[in-house]
Nanobody
Framework: QVHLVESGGGLVQAGGSLRLSCAASGTIFSIIYMGWYRQAPGSQRELVAH???????NYADSVKGRFTISRDSAKNTVLLQMNSLKPEDTAVYYCTTNVGGSQRIAGGYWGQGTQVTVSS
């Protein structure tokens, strides 16, 4: 009942920037958190960043100082500004969220993913 749509991925040279966007839709009464994970081929999915309903943020050590997560509560949207991109940032990036009340599910909700490729 909660749907996530990501956009903004693409191909960029090392040192460049991209901005990912994720919009949540459906019957949503309370978003607990929204965040981003990424998964490279042959690797497990890993946390990139998340932001809570109060605005608290958390980042993976590998992206601190380079990535910034933000949200627009009125639009149920989360953004990930990615600067100083490195080839090791190459992965499929997935948006995730969970909500309060009866719509909350174990494991949260996930978008379809958007590809980010950083060339040397």
């Amino acid at each position: 009942q909660v749907h996530l749509v990501e956009s903004g991925g693409g191909l960029v040279q090392a040192g460049g920037s991209l901005r990912l966007s994720c919009a949540a839709s459906g019957t949503i009464f309370s978003i607990i958190y929204m965040g981003w994970y990424r998964q490279a081929p042959g690797s497990q999915r890993e946390l990139v960043a998340h932001i809570t309903s109060t605005g608290s943020t958390n980042y993976a050590d590998s992206v601190k100082g380079r990535f910034t997560i933000s949200r627009d509560s009125a639009k149920n949207t989360v953004l990930l500004q990615m600067n100083s991109l490195k080839p090791e940032d190459t992965a499929v990036y997935y948006c995730t969220t969970n909500v309060g009340g009866s719509q909350r599910i174990a494991g949260g909700y996930w978008g379809q993913g958007t590809q980010v490729t950083v060339s040397s």
